[in-house]
């Protein structure tokens, strides 16, 4: 199981109608807020929030909390990594398996375990978009 979480989903405490709904909204991470409800003027976050997650991602943000179950597949579309990251990946952990030494070249950069960690990361992401 990996611990990598591309959205949480809040339900709020007021609604428990719909605690029984969330799994079907395929968050990584479902919260039950005991605090605050949702209110009306936070429905505007659902228009903005895909501009706002992929400046997040650009700055180097692996992740995103949202409010509402319309959000999630936004944030999770947006934090997953595209077929190139992938394969970037792949190619990386590879050239690091086939080394005996602890450390890998490819492409004229080092590979190093840091880098390595970094890359499964990828991969987990990735197999996280494809369980939905």
Do not use: Q, W
């Amino acid at each position: 199981m990996s611990n990598i979480c591309r959205s949480h989903l809040f339900a709020p405490g007021s609604r428990p109608e719909i605690f029984d709904k969330t799994p079907v909204a395929a968050a990584d991470l479902v919260a039950i807020d005991l605090e605050d409800a949702m209110a009306p003027a936070l429905m505007a976050e659902a228009r903005i929030v895909g501009s706002d997650t992929d400046y997040a991602r650009l700055l180097g943000f692996s992740g995103k909390t949202v409010l509402h179950p319309s959000n999630v597949a936004t944030v999770n579309d947006a934090f997953s990594p595209i077929d190139a990251e992938i394969e970037e990946a792949k190619a990386i952990i590879a050239a690091f398996e086939a080394s005996e030494t602890g450390v890998a070249e490819l492409d004229g950069k080092p590979v190093e375990a840091p880098i390595v960690k970094s890359m499964r990361n990828v991969l987990a992401l990735a197999a996280a978009k494809s369980r939905g």
